[in-house]
């Protein structure tokens, strides 16, 4: 008789301690991406604070070398070719859009793996500041969602894009768009230099691709 009882006792206590665990995993699946894009968004204010911080260093270094060995152009020549900054480069580059409070390190890259330490810059189309069209990717609920706000931005909105050899370019929005995942036309080349930004649209879903068009101001 008790154990008949004591059966329904433990099918009850099962099915409660399977209803909690159940909870506690809908809990991290929710709570696991807001943690990571607080993670990502800590270490990317960390790298901005660096990117800001390091030419300037090193232009100052630069300047005291001179002063102090101008007479010595071996150490000035080792100087110049171990600088941290290469004035040439292109790549990583900084994008800033004062308009949604968006500012990131763009590297090169589209690949899932980049794609998670933030944009990235579609190889094979054109630089910063070159003729052609410049494509940028991002994730924008995940990752520090950089494009989070992306769908937010209208026609006159500038966006500035800083490279590492610290040019800087300055775009403006003239256009926003939502194709299908396939649709390649999106990507044509533009005989003067643009800009194009990417991402999922609408949020949490990856059906369609938000596609915001700049041109560069001369």
Same mark, same amino acid.
């Given at each position: 008789?008790?154990?008949?009882?004591?059966?329904?006792? %433990? %099918?009850?206590?099962?099915?409660?301690?399977?209803?909690?665990? #159940?909870?506690?995993?809908?809990?991290?699946?929710?709570?696991? !991406?807001? *943690?990571?894009?607080?993670?990502? $968004?800590?270490?990317? $204010? $960390?790298?901005?604070?660096?990117?800001?911080?390091?030419? =300037?260093?090193?232009?100052?270094?630069?300047?005291? +070398?001179?002063?102090?060995?101008?007479?010595?152009?071996?150490?000035?020549?080792?100087? +110049?070719?171990?600088?941290?900054?290469?004035?040439? +480069?292109?790549? !990583?580059?900084?994008?800033?859009?004062?308009?949604?409070?968006?500012?990131?390190?763009?590297?090169?890259?589209?690949?899932?793996?980049? #794609?998670?330490?933030?944009?990235?810059?579609?190889?094979?189309? =054109?630089?910063?500041?070159? =003729?052609?069209?410049?494509?940028? =990717?991002?994730?924008?609920?995940?990752?520090?969602? !950089?494009?989070?706000?992306?769908?937010?931005?209208?026609?006159?909105?500038?966006?500035?894009?800083?490279?590492?050899?610290?040019?800087?370019?300055?775009?403006?929005?003239?256009?926003?768009? $939502?194709?299908? !995942?396939?649709?390649?036309?999106?990507?044509?080349?533009?005989?003067?230099?643009?800009?194009? #930004?990417?991402?999922?649209?609408?949020? *949490?879903?990856?059906?369609?691709?938000?596609?915001?068009?700049?041109?560069?101001?001369?």
């Amino acid at each position: 008789m008790d154990t008949k009882k004591s059966f329904p006792d %433990k %099918k009850r206590k099962i099915i409660r301690y399977l209803g909690i665990a #159940l909870i506690i995993i809908g809990l991290a699946i929710i709570i696991y !991406p807001f *943690y990571i894009n607080l993670i990502l $968004a800590r270490r990317e $204010a $960390a790298i901005l604070t660096s990117w800001n911080v390091e030419p =300037a260093y090193l232009q100052d270094t630069n300047d005291n +070398k001179e002063i102090e060995s101008t007479d010595n152009k071996k150490d000035l020549i080792l100087e +110049k070719d171990t600088k941290l900054v290469d004035p040439e +480069k292109k790549l !990583p580059f900084k994008i800033s859009i004062p308009e949604i409070d968006l500012e990131w390190i763009v590297n090169e890259g589209t690949d899932y793996r980049t #794609l998670r330490e933030g944009p990235g810059f579609y190889i094979g189309s =054109a630089l910063p500041g070159e =003729a052609g069209t410049c494509v940028v =990717a991002g994730h924008r609920t995940t990752y520090g969602a !950089p494009f989070n706000r992306l769908d937010e931005l209208e026609e006159g909105d500038e966006i500035f894009l800083e490279t590492d050899g610290n040019e800087e370019f300055t775009y403006i929005v003239i256009g926003k768009k $939502a194709v299908i !995942p396939t649709d390649m036309s999106v990507l044509e080349n533009t005989d003067y230099p643009s800009l194009l #930004l990417s991402t999922c649209t609408p949020k *949490y879903f990856s059906t369609r691709r938000l596609v915001i068009f700049a041109r560069i101001i001369e």
